[in-house]
């Protein structure tokens, strides 16, 4: 089976061909054009800007994805797009290409759901097993789920208000330090040290959910009461902020990891962390030692499938794939599309 993977839920523009041959998942292409260049200016990401990207890339991305494997259009056996959550502009330039893509080949157009992508990218490199333990840390969710299989998961906490990456990007922009702010914040955090003390909120709530606005707020009171923001304070703010935040991940999983083992007294303790913030280095090595020292599996994709990819997209299309599968010739993007 060779799916056509599309995605464009937000300022990437993406598409990869995946094989799945006698159960074994191989990336043929994995082709992405990443528009923070064009977003830089703003601090964010600008819906219209990304918008106009989309359209003027997405057919030479979708081209050199097939010509990078090597195969073509009638190779297909269907083509998948993200159908949401994600910006209503770009969700319709992937949905539209891909259902008229279908409809002149004649094979099923599929519907995707952008964190259903995530939460089973790490699939694509492990041979892991469900049930397993989730942390989803994106631009726009952060979730603690269990995956129970494809298409059932289970939700055991989220945030009340912004979304890990989305701290991470207010938090640069507080700064100062440029866009995306994950990447900058963890670049400027190597050069300081973890001397300034942050708000930990929900820290001692006692469940999986998450709140980062009144971190962001500590950061802000701290900077509008300094005169010199020197580059030595800057990077020991990074260095706090990805200290704090790992601790904060480190005591939800704790919970999570228990709520899981009561659940499955007899499984593995299999624990994931995807989405674009587990790309980060500290965060990764980190938690790469606090699963050696509880005694629990960790599986973290490559930084590639981390952040936003297509590789993803298409990888959920060969795990819901049947025979039945019709074209979905009339779907809609669906922007909220919950998991
Ligand atoms: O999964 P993703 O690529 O897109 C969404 O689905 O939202 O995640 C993007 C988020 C951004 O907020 C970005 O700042 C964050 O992931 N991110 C990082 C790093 N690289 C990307 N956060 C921390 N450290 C990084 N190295
Ligand atoms: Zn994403």
């Not at 064009?38 to 097939?66: C, M, N, Q, T, W």
């Not at 900077?223 to 200290?243: G, I, P, V």
């Amino acid at each position: 089976m060779i799916v056509l993977g599309i995605e464009t839920s937000c300022d990437e523009t993406a598409a990869s061909v995946v094989q799945s041959k006698n159960n074994k998942i191989k990336i043929l292409s994995n082709i992405l054009y990443s528009q923070f260049k064009e977003h830089k200016d703003y601090g964010g990401v600008v819906p219209e800007i990304a918008f106009r990207e989309h359209v003027k890339l997405i057919d030479k991305i979708i081209l050199k994805a097939l010509v990078r494997a090597k195969k073509k259009f009638k190779d297909l056996d269907a083509i998948a797009a993200t159908g949401g959550p994600g910006l209503h502009g770009g969700l319709l330039i992937g949905t539209t290409i891909g259902k008229s893509l279908s409809l002149s080949i004649n094979k099923p157009f599929i519907p995707i759901n952008h964190l259903e992508g995530h939460i089973l990218s790490p699939i694509i490199e492990y041979d892991l097993k469900f049930p397993y333990l989730t942390l989803l840390v994106t631009g726009g969710h952060t979730m603690m789920i269990i995956a129970h299989k494809v298409g059932k998961y289970e939700i055991l906490g989220m945030t009340l208000d912004d979304a890990l990456g989305e701290a991470f990007d207010k938090v640069a922009k507080l700064l100062n330090i440029g866009f995306p702010g994950g990447p900058q914040i963890e670049k400027l955090a190597l050069k300081g040290t973890p001397s300034i003390e942050l708000a930990k909120p929900l820290i001692n709530s006692n469940d999986c959910n998450f709140s980062f606005s009144g971190l962001k707020t500590s950061v802000l009171r701290i900077l509008d009461s300094k005169k010199n923001k020197s580059k030595k304070f800057k990077s020991n703010m990074c260095s706090s902020f990805q200290h704090t935040i790992l601790s904060i991940i480190k005591k939800k999983s704790e919970l999570g990891l228990k709520i899981f083992k009561k659940k499955f007294p007899n499984k593995k303790k299999n624990f994931v962390i995807v989405g674009g913030v587990a790309s980060n280095n500290f965060l990764r090595k980190n938690l790469e030692e606090f699963a050696n020292i509880n005694n629990f599996d960790l599986f973290v994709p490559m930084k590639s499938l981390c952040t936003d990819n297509a590789a993803m997209i298409a990888l959920v299309a060969l795990k819901k794939f049947n025979k039945k599968n019709k074209n979905n010739f009339t779907f809609q993007p669906l922007p909220n599309w919950h998991i």
